[in-house]
């Protein structure tokens, strides 16, 4: 196995993925338009596209008809994947997504996967939250109903809950997949640790395994690498990466010496979360990373989205990319990356360019050499 920046070559099988469990097959949807890859949602036997449909926007940015006009475009170009949560508008995405696969033929809906979440606040009452068994139990019910579907194929706890026990947790998940309103279970904002005990006690307890995790996942936000991705890859958990785009910041739309104003996420609210324009503007590593993916991009006469989409679909472990888009537009340029490959040295410049330069220990070089082993001994 050779490394070329930090990015591992190995030899792999034919029809998979270099980093992961996940299978790949490539189909070709209809003249002209990109291959369209599907993999497996980590070590289950579920397949998916490698392109996912986000929700988040749906009933803020997007009114209905233009979130129905891109769940439409996204099935015509062979997606089959929508990613929801309960918390996103109040509910509001969940509804709207509800009302669009009941309108769809069968042949339609039949074919979607489709995720939604619950752990964050749908109410003003103490069990609102978390993921206690009361909790989690009127928040599935209440997704289902929202969907106007009977199981949900991936159900993702939203977070951590420090107040509630990872077994309570996992008991529930089971016996919702036994009863059959769940036939997946994924995590999301989860970190090392809580990822590999989380794993440990399903298995010990035999109860229901999760198959993915969804974490913040991007050429700014590569810190997942150093713990997150690697428990993910021990345990076959495939990755569903959120903000794939950093909230904007790698389409080009931000500028050094402008701040961001008119309708732009950050325009409108220019302290909005872990993508805020102060927070990311004053990093000088921000702007190697848009500087270089803007150069990939004019090189390639493509998107700068395009580009970091491609990179990250690439990457270990990863199952499925989530798209955000507010416009029929914007995802039509999304889903221009689907099939789209970058050369190893395309790779290798946003690879140094992105590295978020780990500290010596744990992480660094000195750490890692600690790690290691020669197979013929000696250092």
Not at 214 to 235: G, K, V
Not at 267 to 285: H, K, L, N, Q, S
Request: proline share 6%; with cysteine.
């Amino acid at each position: 196995m050779a490394v070329v920046g930090d990015r591992l070559k190995a030899p792999h099988p034919p029809g998979t993925t270099p980093f992961s469990h996940v299978t790949v097959t490539h189909v070709t949807v209809t003249q002209g338009a990109p291959t369209v890859e599907y993999r497996t949602l980590g070590r289950s036997g579920c397949s998916v596209s490698t392109l996912a449909l986000g929700t988040m926007t749906f009933g803020a940015e997007s009114d209905e008809a233009t979130a129905h006009a891109q769940l439409d475009r996204f099935v015509d170009a062979g997606g089959t994947f929508v990613d929801t949560a309960d918390v996103y508008t109040a509910g509001a995405s969940e509804e709207i997504v509800g009302r669009w696969l009941a309108s769809r033929p069968a042949t339609i809906r039949d074919r979607m996967v489709i995720a939604t979440k619950g752990r964050f606040p749908m109410g003003e009452g103490p069990n609102d939250v978390g993921l206690s068994r009361r909790g989690l139990g009127r928040a599935l019910d209440a997704s289902l109903r929202r969907l106007r579907i009977e199981t949900v194929d991936l159900y993702q706890v939203h977070a951590w809950d420090p107040l509630t026990p990872i077994e309570e947790t996992l008991r529930f998940l089971d016996d919702a997949v036994r009863q059959g309103k769940i036939h997946y279970v994924g995590l999301s904002n989860f970190t090392g640790w809580q990822i590999q005990k989380t794993v440990d006690i399903a298995d010990f307890r035999g109860l229901s395994r999760p198959v993915t995790l969804q974490p913040q996942y991007s050429l700014l936000s590569r810190e997942i690498e150093w713990e997150i991705t690697p428990a993910c890859a021990s345990e076959g958990l495939g990755l569903l990466p959120w903000s794939p785009l950093g909230g904007g910041w790698l389409t080009g739309k931000y500028r050094r010496d402008e701040r961001p104003a008119g309708a732009t996420r950050l325009g409108e609210d220019p302290g909005r979360g872990v993508e805020a324009y102060d927070r990311r503007a004053g990093i000088e590593r921000t702007w190697a990373v848009v500087d270089e993916v803007r150069a990939v991009a004019d090189e390639r006469g493509i998107s700068m989205a395009q580009v970091a989409l491609a990179w990250l679909a690439d990457r270990p472990s990863v199952t499925s990319v989530i798209l955000g888009a507010r416009t029929v537009e914007q995802l039509d340029d999304n889903l221009a990356a689907a099939g789209l490959r970058l050369s190893e040295e395309e790779l290798t410049r946003l690879d140094q360019v992105s590295d978020p330069g780990a500290p010596d220990y744990p992480y660094g070089g000195p750490g890692r050499e600690q790690r290691s082993r020669n197979a013929a001994g000696g250092r």
